[in-house]
């Protein structure tokens, strides 16, 4: 069972996360997928299945009831209702795929991936998303993209973090899929202030114009990221490919903020 994400000892940090002493460019994420077993990140139990072990993973907040076309989390059970921000206001693109819900213990694991570059909390969440995937295309077929793009980063920043999430998580995808995948479809022009903390107003006037298609993209693209937030990457990246030719666009990530 989860614990909790805070070290209660400080031999815990040596245990789960060793590969925080190796320097962030000498980390592969295709090498952390190499060993399936391992111990459990979440509560240091020795038998775990890509870094949780069982109790600890259905102990993960699942998006079970969400809308249909942006998963945001909805109190009434099912997946074919949608929110009503989406009957509002479409978003572009076909639909949001995000098996959880960002939340206690996800929050967490994605903020030491993300922020302190503790990739042994990710592997879990992404070799599980790509699972769930694999059953979606099993049941959808039509579903499947011709390419997966990784959310841009710009350059300053991917080279101040040592690593772009999105691209972790769309190279494990594209090696269990056969999906091709690629980083470099859609660039970012210039620099923005973090989309974090932002409402979903101020993070799409802070979007406007900084993405570029650097060439003509295939029909179906499934956009990868880590966490949805408001949707406002997800709809200005959709919008600048489907003005470049690509026909449907969606949106493949870890999680999926309640609100």
């Not at 030491?112 to 979606?136: C, E, F, V, W």
């Amino acid at each position: 069972m989860i614990k909790g994400l805070k070290s209660l000892s400080t031999l815990i940090t040596p245990k789960v996360n060793s590969a925080k002493r190796i320097p962030r460019a000498q980390i592969s994420i295709k090498g952390l997928f190499q060993l399936r077993g391992g111990q459990c990140v979440a509560c240091l139990e020795p038998h775990a299945h890509f870094g949780l072990c069982t109790p600890c993973r259905q102990d993960l907040p699942a998006n079970h009831s969400h809308c249909r076309c942006c998963a945001l989390p909805i109190a009434y059970a099912g997946d074919e209702l949608i929110c009503g921000q989406c009957l509002k206001d479409p978003p572009p693109f076909s639909r949001i795929v995000a098996p959880w819900r960002y939340r206690f213990p996800v929050d967490g694991m994605v903020q030491r991936y993300k922020y302190n570059g503790q990739r042994a909390y990710a592997r879990p969440l992404i070799q599980d998303l790509s699972t769930h995937l694999t059953l979606m295309l099993e049941t959808h077929p039509e579903r499947t993209p011709d390419l997966l793009l990784a959310s841009p980063m710009h350059p300053a920043r991917r080279r101040k973090r040592g690593f772009n999430q999105a691209a972790d998580i769309a190279e494990h995808i594209s090696r269990q899929s056969g999906i091709p995948w690629s980083a470099d479809l859609v660039v970012r022009n210039r620099r923005t202030r973090p989309q974090r903390g932002l409402n979903r107003e101020e993070r799409l006037a802070n979007l406007r114009g900084i993405y570029q298609v650097t060439r003509i993209p295939p029909a179906s693209i499934a956009i990868v990221d880590d966490v949805v937030t408001t949707g406002a990457t997800a709809r200005s990246l959709t919008e600048v490919l489907l003005e470049a030719g690509a026909r449907e666009v969606q949106i493949w990530a870890l999680a999926r903020t309640p609100g």
